[in-house]
């Protein structure tokens, strides 16, 4: 049986759904943190528990006689102390449960990312490591297609594709590409002990993203590039709240350090077959 952690969350519900299209769905089993709101996988027969990451002994309980667990780490919103505490009540929690193997979401491109906000995940892949599980780990950004392509959409609207991104390039792969890369690895064997590093297939630059916007909205869209006091003038101005104004600063700050900036070969190796094009990725998401 496979446990995956986070069901109700759109990365939880694309892995669990590839999964559930290839195995009898009596070996699939989502946790949440409220059940009611898994009716779609519960209605293709996926086996519902509840857990809370904040709550180990529920983790324990859900994650009985599961034979893989995966520990969906895409909580970004959550406080890096916080989210460090919680997956490692996750990660003695499946092995206090016995499981066979353990499979981890982290963060792409980990050892080159100056973000604060995930300063939590290396010590966390240094907690699974040194579990006695045997383990995979995933390194890979769900959303970070969708925080690309927020350039675009606001692009469209404005005509302008106006960032603090310099001249740095960025490689964020379809989120449908990485549930089902997730997805292929736990029902698969041989992945145990591996560090897989999933991005998308092509490095883009903020130009191809404003030609994108171009395409998208018939406009001559044109990149921008500004400093940071500019560019928090500006999103300010369009109602973005501080705290978030910080947080894309410091994104933007770890792009232009190079961070997500080379491909990897690893997500065609688990997808089996050419992953979409990174434009395309983000194509999708500013569509989404």
């Known amino acids: ?21 290839h195995l009898p769905a009596g070996k699939v089993t989502v946790t ?4 009611r709101k898994a009716g779609p996988l519960k209605d293709r027969g996926a086996d519902v528990r509840h857990a809370d990451f904040d709550e180990p002994a529920t983790l324990v309980r859900a994650f009985k006689d599961a034979d893989t667990v995966l520990i969906n780490g895409t909580n970004y919103g959550t406080a890096p102390a916080r989210r ?7 990660i003695t929690a499946a092995a206090e449960s016995g499981a066979g193997r353990l499979v981890i979401t982290t963060w792409q491109d980990l050892d080159h990312c100056p973000m604060p906000e995930v300063s939590d995940y290396p010590a966390t892949e240094t907690r699974a490591r040194a579990a006695r599980t045997p383990v995979t780990i995933m390194r890979l950004t769900s959303d970070l297609a969708a925080l690309v392509a927020r350039d675009v959409r606001w692009a469209v609207a404005a005509g302008t594709l106006t960032a603090p991104a310099g001249q740095a390039r960025i490689t ?3 989120v449908t590409d990485l549930a089902e890369a997730t997805a292929n690895v736990l029902r698969e064997a041989g ?10 297939p092509d490095p883009v630059s903020w130009d191809d993203l404003a030609a994108l916007a171009s395409s998208i909205s018939d406009k001559n869209v044109r990149y921008q ?45 688990l997808l089996h077959r050419a992953p979409a094009s990174t434009i395309e990725a983000l194509r999708q998401a500013a569509a989404a």
């Open 84 to 90: 460090a505490q919680q997956h490692a009540a996750a």
């Open 1 to 21: 049986m496979i446990v995956i952690t986070g069901g109700n969350g759109e990365f939880g519900r694309l892995v669990a759904g590839h999964l559930l299209d």
């Open 172 to 174: 964020p792969a379809a």
């Open 225 to 269: 590039p500004v400093e940071d006091r500019e560019y928090r003038e500006h999103v300010t101005a369009l109602g973005v709240p501080e705290a978030v104004v910080g947080m894309l600063l410091d994104y933007y700050a770890a792009v232009r350090s190079g961070w997500a900036s080379s491909p990897a070969s690893d997500l065609a190796q």
């Open 32 to 35: 949440v943190r409220e059940p």
């Open 191 to 200: 992945h145990e002990g591996v560090t897989y590093e999933l991005t998308g």
